[in-house]
């Protein structure tokens, strides 16, 4: 699905040491513990490509991966993640604030949301700067496997409807479980048809 090589590129701390931006990416990008790690695992097939940790917090840097010799894939630190110094949470913040509104490459932003918990005022915030910077954003609903059917369904009603304030919400959800496989195989045909 991806012709060529998936593998790490870099690690990023500021603007000035994003790669040359000479090919599409999509980022993943929600709150700490989400799922994002695990989702970029799941995706490429490679157990440890991405670092996940039961510890929020544990990405700290953007980290870059190859998708293939034409796209990249961008993996976020998490926002909305109170327990590191201050000065730590306000440092990766800003950066992920200027990734998502300054990044000329950037052709989708997948949102991920806890479907156990549905959109916080703090995804909204990272919604309103997407809209903002007119950068597309895709909603995925991660750890499915965690909540019954009753559950998904109030969860999924819940976030179409918060979506549909968003202008650059695109409205299809994509509805995934790392740990099941579930949503897994739709979310890389998205991203592999995206040009
Ligand atoms: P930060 O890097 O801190 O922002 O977190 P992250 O969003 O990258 O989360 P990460 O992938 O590290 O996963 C956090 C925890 O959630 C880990 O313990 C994962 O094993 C667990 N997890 C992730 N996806 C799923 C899932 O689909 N189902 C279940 N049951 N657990 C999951
Ligand atoms: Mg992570």
Redesign the pocket.
């Known amino acids: 699905l991806f012709a060529g090589p998936v593998e790490f590129v870099k690690g990023v701390v500021a603007m000035s040491g994003l790669p040359p931006a000479d090919r599409l990416e999509v980022c993943?990008a929600?709150?700490?513990?989400?799922?994002?790690?695990?989702?970029?695992?799941?995706l490429t097939g490679r157990k440890a490509l991405?670092?996940?940790?039961?510890?929020?917090?544990?990405?700290?840097e953007i980290n870059y991966f190859t998708l293939g010799e034409s796209r990249y894939l961008v993996?976020?630190?998490?926002y909305g993640?109170a327990n590191a110094p201050v000065a730590v949470v306000q440092k990766w913040q800003a950066l992920l604030k200027q990734y998502l509104s300054g990044r000329q490459t950037l052709r989708r932003a997948f949102v991920?949301v806890d479907a156990r918990h549905g959109i916080k005022p703090v995804d909204e915030e990272i919604m309103a700067l997407l809209d903002s910077s007119a950068v597309t954003f895709q909603c995925v609903l991660?750890?499915?496997?965690?909540i019954s059917a009753a559950a998904r369904d109030k969860v999924l009603e819940q976030v179409r409807q918060k979506l549909a304030a968003h202008p650059a919400a695109f409205p299809e959800l994509i509805v995934?479980?790392?740990?099941?496989g579930e949503g897994i195989a739709t979310l890389r045909a998205v991203i592999a048809t995206l040009e």
């Open positions: 993943f929600g709150r700490s513990n989400v799922g994002k790690s695990t989702l970029i695992n799941a991405a670092r996940a940790s039961n510890t929020p917090g544990r990405t700290q993996d976020l630190p998490g993640y991920l991660t750890k499915t496997d965690k995934t479980s790392s740990e099941k």
